[in-house]
């Protein structure tokens, strides 16, 4: 079936650098996009969305970037910081059961060394 | 502001056993979801609740697993027998209406193992 997925699944960077996660889906009729954070022992935690009619949205230290014609999504974390080692979600929602469906890929645990 | 609540956090049994988690959503969310997460993986569906009628449930094991949300209110989620493979984390979550474009909250989750 169609899902979401991840390029790489962990990533370590040097405190103060910027992070960029990538992930990449294949359902092509998906226009709401979201990351999540999750914390060891803590359920996933909302950062920031996009919806398809948008290539790119920033929050505080984040951005996403969306490109539809490759299907691909990215999170970039701009000064990043201890408290940003987590492992980060991506996930797309379907439309299913009457409703929308949130479907989350595996995940990319970030390392942020000191 | 309350966030998800869920109970018990942590729960070991023995395989063929029962077993029951508890939900309270973020006061005046209709939706209500039910997700299990394995280890390294990303949260599943299990079930989702507007208000109390169960509108997707089509990834709910039927025969092992049940959930209800009574009152529209909280929910629980049922294991009864338990299997080796049913060790996971079981997440509840809520959010104000369906989730296309509406920030989900989880709960911390309730861990358990089955043994």
């Known amino acids: 079936g169609e899902s979401v997925g991840l390029h790489l699944p962990t990533l370590s960077v040097q405190e103060g650098d910027n992070s960029i996660i990538n992930c990449a889906y294949s359902?092509?009729?998906?226009?709401?996009f979201i990351w999540y954070k999750q914390e060891s022992g803590k359920g996933p935690q909302f950062i920031i969305d996009?919806?398809?009619?948008?290539d790119k949205r920033q929050g505080q230290r984040v951005t996403v970037l969306l490109n539809k014609t490759v299907k691909h999504l990215s999170l970039q974390i701009a000064a990043t910081q201890p408290g940003d080692s987590a492992v980060y979600f991506c996930?797309?929602?379907?439309?299913?059961?009457?409703?929308?469906?949130?479907?989350f890929g595996a995940g990319t645990r970030l390392f942020v060394k000191a | 502001e309350a966030g998800v609540v869920q109970s018990p956090r942590y729960k070991i049994i023995e395989k063929k056993q029962p077993v029951a988690f508890w939900c309270n959503p973020i006061?005046?969310?209709?939706?209500l979801y039910w997700y299990r997460q394995n280890l390294g993986q990303g949260p599943e569906l299990l079930i989702r609740?507007?208000?109390?009628?169960?509108?997707?449930d089509s990834q709910l094991p039927k025969d092992r697993f049940s959930a209800e949300r009574l009152k529209g209110v909280d929910s629980t989620l049922k294991i009864q027998p338990a299997e080796l493979g049913d060790s996971a984390v079981y997440l509840c979550?809520?959010?104000?209406?369906?989730?296309?474009?509406?920030?989900?909250?989880f709960g911390e989750g309730s861990w358990l193992t089955v043994v």
């Open positions: 979550a809520s959010s104000f209406g369906e989730s296309s474009g509406n920030t989900i909250y």
């Open positions: 359902n092509s009729a998906s226009d709401y």
């Open positions: 996009i919806r398809s009619n948008m």
């Open positions: 996930a797309e929602d379907q439309r299913g059961g009457g409703g929308f469906k949130t479907i």
């Open positions: 006061s005046g969310h209709n939706t």
């Open positions: 609740y507007e208000n109390e009628e169960a509108v997707d």
